[in-house]
């Protein structure tokens, strides 16, 4: 999935650039694919990095010139970025620094729109397949069924950039995408597989989908509120219901990707009105390019991400012992520093006195600042 995330990052990448490129014109405009190619290197360097870091920092810490790699990660991104910022100024050609400059820009927000939302897809990937595979399919759903009911039943236009899409296929696809993702939801639970966050198992010496699902993945019983309990009692039925608390959070993203998911496509759409093409590409017989599919997959994988950070707040023992073994450096660089203070310290007697007093000073303060006056602290007389 990894893979096949970066293959799709990479022909969407393409299919932005050959755009900004056409409209231009000009074959001959020095360096701008070499250095679109060398960005998309270099972004992607500084953020999958920081995964490796995060997923696999146990084991490169191992390998002394692969933790230099990690100690310096951001620091070696940074140089990176510059060189090829040193590259683009060097490349600057009089009668045409306007149309480089705005090529520059078009390159970064290609870069933001595309490796950015690729590398959060892997994010969700690594907290867990169902995080991955519910949203996907949830917009491809939505997708689908807007289409049919639009086509069946289709009568009020939406929005002006898509005329063919209609209020009847809008609320039709919403209605479908919130049970298909109840149904997808419950069917994947009951799997660890799909569950369990991926990591990195030193026993197997590989990637490991094994674990003890969380309480978002088994079953707990809920209370019915009490304005139900007559209906329920009514019809001989218990007061609580017992299901996966997933599926709570499944409706949140249903409802993501049924009524703010189409806005992708609608940006989409204007992006090409605006620079007066049909499709991205034309990779899809009949459906155009990679980017045309993955218009709100994108904004669905953001989604997605702040979704998972904001308020499941998983931590993996992966991470915990990464973040243990960069504490534990941190802090054999302050006992060090700690340990030649106190010898600075003992070497000169004086300097130490001076620190003692200014100690007692500071607590003799602060005793008489919290109403404490009643103690009292002598003062050295040494």
């Known amino acids: ?33 070499s250095l679109s190619w060398y960005f998309l290197v270099t972004s992607n360097y500084f953020f999958y990095g920081e995964s490796l870091v995060d997923y696999f920092g146990v084991v490169i810490n191992r390998t002394d010139y692969l933790r230099a790699l990690i100690t310096y990660h951001r620091f070696f991104s940074f140089c990176l970025y510059i060189v090829g910022f040193v590259w683009f100024v060097l490349s600057l050609v009089k009668k045409y620094y306007m149309k480089q400059f ?10 933001l729109i595309v490796v950015t939302q690729s590398y959060l897809i892997i994010q969700n990937i690594f907290e867990g397949l169902i995080w991955f595979i519910v949203p996907v399919s949830m917009i491809v759903c939505n997708d ?16 002006q950039l898509s005329p063919k899409k209609t209020w009847e296929g809008f609320i039709g696809g919403g ?5 298909f993702g ?3 939801s419950y069917v ?29 993945f088994r079953p707990q ?16 039925m218990k007061n609580t219901i017992t299901m996966y608390p997933f599926l709570l ?77 960069f504490l534990r450096s941190k802090l054999a660089v302050y006992h060090i520093y700690f340990v030649d203070y106190i010898k600075y310290l003992n070497a000169h007697p004086f300097f130490l006195n001076v620190h003692i007093k200014e100690k007692r000073g500071a607590m003799a303060g602060a005793y008489v600042s919290h109403g404490r006056s009643d103690v009292r602290l002598e003062r050295s007389t040494d």
């Open 1 to 33: 999935l990894i893979f096949q995330t970066l293959v799709v990052q990479v022909k969407c990448f393409e299919e932005i650039i050959n755009i900004g490129y056409a409209v231009y014109r000009i074959h001959g405009l020095p360096w701008f694919r």
């Open 102 to 111: 705005s090529l520059f820009a078009w390159t970064h927000v290609a870069l």
């Open 144 to 159: 689908v069924m807007a289409y049919v009911f639009g086509f069946f039943f289709g009568r009020t236009p939406l929005i």
């Open 175 to 179: 209605i479908s995408t919130v049970i």
């Open 182 to 184: 109840l149904v997808v």
């Open 188 to 216: 994947l639970c009951q799997y660890r597989y799909f569950v369990c966050p991926i990591e990195y198992s030193e026993t197997l010496g590989g990637m490991t989908m094994d674990c003890e699902p969380s309480s978002l």
């Open 221 to 236: 019983e809920y209370m019915l509120r009490e304005s139900l309990s007559g209906i329920t009692h009514l019809f001989g």
């Open 249 to 325: 959070h499944s409706l949140a993203l249903s409802l993501f990707s049924s009524v703010i998911g189409p806005f992708g496509g609608f940006f989409a759409s204007g992006f090409k009105r605006a620079f007066k093409i049909k499709d991205f590409g034309d990779v899809i017989p009949g459906h155009g390019g990679i980017m045309d599919r993955f218009d709100c997959q994108y904004l669905m994988a953001t989604y997605v991400n702040v979704y998972i950070s904001s308020f499941i707040h998983t931590a993996s023992p992966q991470k915990l012992l990464q973040q243990f073994l």
